[in-house]
Nanobody, 115 residues
Framework: QVQLVESGGGLVQPGGSLRLSCAAS????????MKWYRQAPGKERELVAT????????DYADSVKGRFTISRDNAKNTAYLRMNSLKPEDTAVYYC????????WGKGTLVTVSS
């Protein structure tokens, strides 16, 4: 059974940091591109970051470039999103996505940036 389970969300003050994790099971994680998306209240889902199957290539939305870092550990079947210098506009539910021939989604983890 395919599963993607996000964790690490929570309440953080502006300027703070969080690290999200996405634990994968039920498919060959090391062959899939991994992505992080987010969806803020009342807005469409937005692609935040992408990492290739080997981890050798990454890409970011302009809104998070220089603040967020996507990474993966294929030995642990886990992807990460390190988020620094968080802003209130980063508040959203964050989802991880695995993409190759199939498209798998987690249920999301809520990040709230507020003082």
């Amino acid at each position: 059974q395919v599963q993607l389970v996000e964790s690490g969300g929570g309440l953080v003050q502006p300027g703070g940091s969080l690290r999200l994790s996405c634990a994968a099971s039920g498919f060959r994680f090391s062959t899939y591109v991994m992505k992080w998306y987010r969806q803020a209240p009342g807005k469409e889902r937005e692609l935040v970051a992408t990492i290739s199957s080997t981890g050798g290539s990454t890409d970011y939305a302009d809104s998070v470039k220089g603040r967020f870092t996507i990474s993966r550990d294929n030995a642990k079947n886990t992807a990460y999103l390190r988020m620094n210098s968080l802003k209130p506009e980063d508040t959203a539910v964050y989802y991880c996505n695995a993409f190759r021939y199939s498209d798998y989604w987690g249920k999301g983890t809520l990040v709230t940036v507020s003082s």
